[in-house]
């Protein structure tokens, strides 16, 4: 799939939307398209004061040139520079900020509000506008993440990265001038996160087939071709070269729109973004730099969670034993026990993940049933897998020509807490992923030892 193919694709997700408040309205990539992008804003809204909310990076990236094309075409205009709260190293989106600008777009409804950013900046002004009933527009200034055209925003609301429901922008916009002089680690993030499609796919089929969850076909295959075509241009990201770039972020545009109209992230969220969401909820409890860019995170994550899932698809049905896995666990987790395998979390936090984790763990007679169903269908949960992932080689060689972090150490985690994380991070969501699976047939410690090992090897 070229990029024209891709342009055609994304234009006909736009059209498909037109006439519903809730759907993107407009979408633009090229190069050089801030002041026709401009244009359309003003022409769109030209009785409302645009307030451009950027952090310092990305005003001095794009938000300055927003802001003075607007202003070249008659635009009112304010800006609303954020800044990391006390203790926090870089933004966060978290319920703080959202508050805040949630109360100032409600206390003036001529403000017309424009992120300029990435996935923090977008995500604080997709949730505040959700909140205060107003659309937003988006300039990109990365192709670090995927959620730019996405109806979700993942946030830090009571110490728990939660992915909660929103509206698509009105309107986003990506300039590949701007995107290609944004920092290699930036962009390299972004194809971290996406590397991670066939795996979050898996798990959302996985899902489906184990406790009927609703799935889709059209979301989960509508990435397939650009995503072949990302990663022969591995090379090419990691250098910044044009061709690639502009893929990059146009299968990004494309992969929020899967999450849009499956109405949930499974399609490009699965079990290795949980990893990444953990050690972003341990580091914020204990009030310490993150470890690195989500999309970073999530690389490295996706590359262990393939070892994971080829280890998974060796089992054979024999391997499987109902009777085992329910004399495992006969009754309920005790509170104490979940609380105890999260040391670096606050009490407030657990409280809020042991109601996440007891959403969707099974014991006793109920888990023996549902093992009993795996083993009996396992010749076909294998095909359906299979039909959908790649070998975990192609991940290590792509993130390596990439020149993105491979291993958990390249991000300052020791082997022994990405073990452990790998281990654990299953109970933060509600959402059944193969970390449970796993868990629940008595195998995830082992793999997770034995995948962060060949990691690191």
């Known amino acids: 799939m070229n990029e024209p193919t891709i342009d055609v694709l994304l234009q006909s997700l736009v059209d498909e939307g037109r006439g519903d408040s809730a759907r993107l309205a407009h979408l633009l990539v090229g190069r050089g398209i801030i ?76 403000l017309n509000p424009v992120a300029v950013g990435a996935g923090t900046v977008t995500d604080i002004v997709k949730m505040a506008s959700h909140r205060a009933g107003r659309r937003f527009q988006g300039f990109a200034t990365a192709a670090s993440m995927n959620g730019y055209t996405s109806a979700i925003a993942a946030v830090l609301s009571r110490g728990v990265k939660r992915t909660l429901p929103t509206s698509q922008a009105e309107a986003i916009f990506a300039d590949l001038d701007v995107v290609a002089a944004a920092p290699a680690y930036l962009n390299q993030a972004g194809f971290g996160d996406l590397l991670s499609k066939p795996f979050s796919t898996a798990d959302w089929m996985l899902s489906h087939l184990v406790r009927g969850v609703e799935f889709h076909e059209r979301p989960a295959q509508l990435l397939d071709d650009a995503y072949t075509q990302l990663i022969s241009q591995a090379a090419g990201v990691g250098k910044a070269e044009p061709e690639a770039i502009g893929t990059l972020t146009r299968t990004i545009v494309l992969s929020g729109f899967t999450m849009a109209l499956a109405g949930t992230s499974a399609p490009a969220s699965g079990g290795e973004h949980l990893v990444s969401h953990y050690w972003d909820m341990e580091q914020h409890c204990q009030g310490q730099e993150l470890f690195g860019l989500h999309g970073a995170q999530v690389g490295v994550a996706t590359r262990i969670s393939a070892m994971l899932f080829e280890r998974l698809l060796e089992l054979d049905a024999s391997d ?90 390249k991000l300052g985690v020791t082997p022994e807490h990405a073990v452990h994380t790998v281990q654990v991070c299953r109970q933060i969501r509600g959402r059944y ?6 868990a629940d047939l008595g195998r995830l410690d082992e793999w997770a030892a034995d995948a962060v090992a060949a990691c690191e090897g």
């Open 320 to 409: 499987i034993d109902p009777d085992a896995c329910a004399a495992k666990r006969p009754g309920p987790i005790d509170p104490a026990r979940v609380a105890a395998q999260h040391p670096h979390l606050t009490d407030d936090v657990i409280g809020e993940v042991s109601e996440q984790f007891a959403q969707k763990q099974r014991h006793g007679q109920a888990l023996r049933d549902e093992i009993a169903a795996v083993r009996d269908r396992w010749p076909e949960v294998q095909d359906a897998l299979s039909l959908l992932l790649i070998p975990a080689r192609e991940i290590s060689d792509a993130l390596a020509a990439a020149g993105a972090a491979d291993r958990p150490t």
């Open 433 to 438: 992923v193969a970390l449970d699976l796993m």
């Open 35 to 110: 002041d026709e992008a401009t244009a359309w804003l003003h022409a769109q809204h030209p009785a409302r004061r645009h307030l451009v909310v950027c952090d310092a990076h990305t005003f001095a990236a794009a938000g300055e040139k927003v802001v003075a094309a607007l202003q070249a075409v008659g635009a009112d205009v304010e800006t609303l520079v954020l800044s990391p709260g006390d203790g926090d190293a870089h933004l966060v989106c978290d319920d703080h900020l959202i508050g805040e600008l949630e109360t100032r777009l409600r206390a003036n409804d001529a």
